[in-house]
């Protein structure tokens, strides 16, 4: 199966406390650049090879969906393809028009004036040329060991090869609305040839497509990790001829400073198969560059070095989790910054001597930061809590805010009731086993949601109950007072990064999230707004703008304060 059910429904699913190929390769090149950008959340400026990444891929899949017909050759197949590509290339530029247009923050010295849809033609035609010689080799091999498969209409896979005349498949079918009222077709069936005829090309291209990521459908379509700790989102999988074979695009060449990456990622991506699909091997990993064309071969790992791979995996995910604590600084050598590794953006803004992105560090640099009242440093944002209450009642799983199913609980503490929830999905899942009685809850995270508080637990934090605490008595633990426990917070600062991110929920509903990173001269925090909490004051915020948040609610993401809006009470006070 190319792709697997997603173990929480989150409008994002995109945990950050999940090991993904991308997060791995980005920890490899730089721990650093990990931390600020994956755990923390800092983004940098969008670049438009970041946008055109995208749009080629999902008008290259595009094109694979389709299905040709009245075709006689691999010429005439080359040439209905290659006009494909001109009008795709053409809408190809459009959507990333589009999408560049409404980037909230984009790198200042790019135009979208400067992409040649030709380019764009060329790259689509290198990439079709890299699948050509798939169909050809399929077409000399007389369709493959699947062919009758298919002339008897029988699908020789449990997910079948997206194609526009067909019906999209779903990860979880049961949340897409009115989907049996819906019609799929284009017009573009598939006929096939009689048991014994010889391949027409027609046919060669339908049994070679790959599976891709069907533009369909708004669901993950990524493979998860049994236990939920690792993902991966493939490209594309070749298996016309028996064998398995996953591929990854990348737009440009082998010469990038990203290149490096791709034996890491793919390797990933190989280990997490056999993870998924009941330790079925992979028989082939490779990457196709579009702007050669080029494809790059890599050995499978097999045997003892796949099973190291997956201890070092697990190796890897433990230390991504155990990095920061409470505010973050910045600058600061906390993991220690590369040597200007690839992607990397915030690691030299202590450096003096990083050439780069010096407009925006030398107004961070030159800027004097005063907290005037009610303001509070970020540092000083108050972080774990011990209390002592009863529970006296429990949830769950349910989704939170961000739609992720967490587990929750009541206690009451000195006749106040007070929510316990995991902080994410699985950060605290022994939470039901301590319902009976009084109990100590150690290393709790302090939050508010919709007015009311509200304590988080993750891997860090424990529950005692009191007829065993042993040596962690009440009397040497120090309590905090519900009373005097901080919810929210009032920050001010400057704006250093910003993004905003929209989509869809595994339901088809509608979903907005506006981060947005403040600094006041020594720690950072992320401020975030959902939905309706998103004005248009906040969409006009650009970085290096001084900014006043009075009364954000006081949340929680893999161990790092995050602050929220909230419309109803949250003030924004913008100066230039």
């Known amino acids: 199966m190319p792709f697997g059910t997603p173990p929480s429904g989150g409008p994002l699913s995109r945990s950050r406390t999940r090991l993904s190929a991308s997060s791995l390769t980005k920890f490899l ?17 969008k670049s438009i090879s970041q946008i055109l990444g995208i749009v080629i891929e999902e008008s290259f899949c595009s094109i694979l969906m389709r299905r040709p017909a009245s075709i006689y050759s691999l010429e005439e197949l080359t040439t209905w393809c290659h006009n494909l590509a001109i009008d795709e290339a053409i809408e190809c530029h459009r959507r990333g028009k589009e999408i560049w247009d409404t980037t909230i923050w984009r790198k200042s010295e790019q135009s ?13 035609k290198n990439a079709l040329a890299l699948f050509l010689v798939e169909v050809e080799n399929c077409h000399n091999a007389n369709g493959g060991p699947y062919v009758n498969d298919y ?8 997910k079948s090869s997206p194609a526009w005349g067909d019906e999209p498949l779903f990860p979880i079918p049961d949340k897409v609305r009115n989907f049996g009222m819906r019609t799929w077709s284009e017009n573009e069936p598939m006929t096939w040839q009689k048991v014994g005829s010889p391949l027409d090309w027609s046919e060669a291209w339908e049994i070679a497509r790959p599976w891709i990521k069907d533009p369909r459908v708004h669901q993950p379509q990524r493979l998860f990790h049994p236990a939920g700790w690792a993902a991966g989102e493939l490209d594309l999988v070749l298996r016309w001829d028996g064998r398995i074979r996953l591929v990854d695009i990348k737009s440009g060449n ?3 400073k990203f290149a490096d990456s791709l034996v890491h990622q793919l390797k990933f991506y190989s280990w997490l198969w056999r993870e998924t699909h009941d330790n079925q091997p992979v028989d082939g990993i490779e990457g196709w560059y579009l702007g050669g064309p080029e494809r790059v071969q890599f050995e499978v790992p097999k045997g003892k070095e796949m099973d190291d791979l997956g201890i070092q995996y697990q190796k890897i995910h433990r230390e991504m989790q155990q990095l920061g604590e409470g505010p973050v600084m910045l600058p600061d050598n906390y993991p220690n910054p590369c040597q200007n590794s690839a992607g990397c953006y915030w690691c030299g803004f202590g450096d003096d001597s990083t ?22 440093k970020i540092g000083e944002i108050q972080s774990r809590v011990n209390i002592k209450g009863k529970f006296t009642g429990q949830w769950g799983p349910l989704p939170n805010h961000y739609a992720e199913s967490v587990l929750g609980a009541m206690v009451s503490v000195s006749g106040t009731q007070i929510t316990v929830e995991e902080s994410e999905p699985n950060a605290f899942p022994s939470l039901h086993k301590y319902l009976d009685g009084e109990v100590v809850i150690l290393n709790a995270l302090p939050g508010v949601w919709r007015g009311n508080p509200r304590l988080y637990l993750d891997s860090k934090s424990e529950i005692i109950p009191v007829v065993t605490e042993g040596d962690k008595s009440p009397n040497v633990i120090e309590f905090t007072r519900v009373g005097l426990m901080r919810t929210r917070a009032n920050i001010e600062g400057l704006i250093i990064s910003i993004d905003k991110r929209t989509g869809v929920r595994l339901d088809e509903k509608p979903w907005s999230m506006l981060s947005m990173h403040v600094w006041d001269g020594n ?29 954000a609610e006081l949340g929680w993401r893999s161990g790092l304060p995050q602050l929220r809006i909230d419309q109803r009470t949250t003030r924004i006070t913008m100066s230039k």
């Open 254 to 256: 082998p010469t990038s």
């Open 523 to 551: 720690h950072v925090v992320e401020v975030v707004a959902f939905g309706s909490s998103i004005t248009s004051q906040m969409l006009e915020i650009r970085p290096g703008d001084p900014v006043k948040i009075i009364s």
């Open 355 to 376: 050439p780069d992105n010096t407009e925006l560090f030398d107004r961070l640099r030159s800027t004097n930061i005063k907290i005037s009242p009610p303001s509070q």
């Open 112 to 124: 979208w004036e400067s992409v040649d849809v030709e380019v764009l033609e060329q790259k689509l």
């Open 29 to 45: 090149r730089c721990k650093k650049q990990f931390f600020l950008g994956n755990k923390l959340g800092l983004s940098a400026p």
């Open 151 to 158: 002339r008897n209409g029988n699908q020789p896979f449990d």
